[in-house]
């Protein structure tokens, strides 16, 4: 399963584009939502979840997500961590180290106004070492 980690203004219509798409996708936000597909509750999609899109704002909430407060980087199923935020490079480096060896670490910023996530027409920078 995909989860779509930070359901604002770019990751709402993310996730309601890998829907459509026919993708097996949730999302998760701190906030509550007024839609069946984003929940607020990691310890229900953790378990589940292989592909973690992460859309959140800064490093502090990516903290939060993977190590401190939700604590993905744990989920036993988990495969890839793709990061669409724009974070310094040299943080993004530094998670290497941070996340398990097996799951493949994604650097993909993202590139589009909120527009472009409601057309599926975002485009992403990607990088990441030869062997993720």
Do not use: W
Not at 25 to 52: Q, R, S
Not at 88 to 98: D, V
């Amino acid at each position: 399963m995909i989860v779509v980690a930070g359901c604002g203004r770019m990751g709402r219509p993310m996730l309601a584009a890998l829907r459509r798409a026919g993708l097996d996708a949730l999302g998760f936000d701190v906030l509550a939502m007024d839609d069946p597909y984003i929940g607020t509750d990691a310890e229900v999609l953790k378990p589940k979840v292989a592909t973690l899109l992460s859309v959140v704002r800064d490093i502090a909430q990516t903290d939060e997500l993977l190590f401190d407060v939700q604590r993905f980087a744990q989920s036993p199923a988990l495969q890839r961590i793709v990061i669409c935020s724009t974070l310094s490079p040299r943080y993004t480096r530094r998670l290497r180290a941070r996340v398990p060896d097996h799951i493949a670490l994604i650097d993909a910023p993202m590139s589009g106004a909120q527009i472009a996530a409601e057309t599926a027409s975002l485009s992403f920078i990607l990088g990441g070492n030869g062997t993720d």
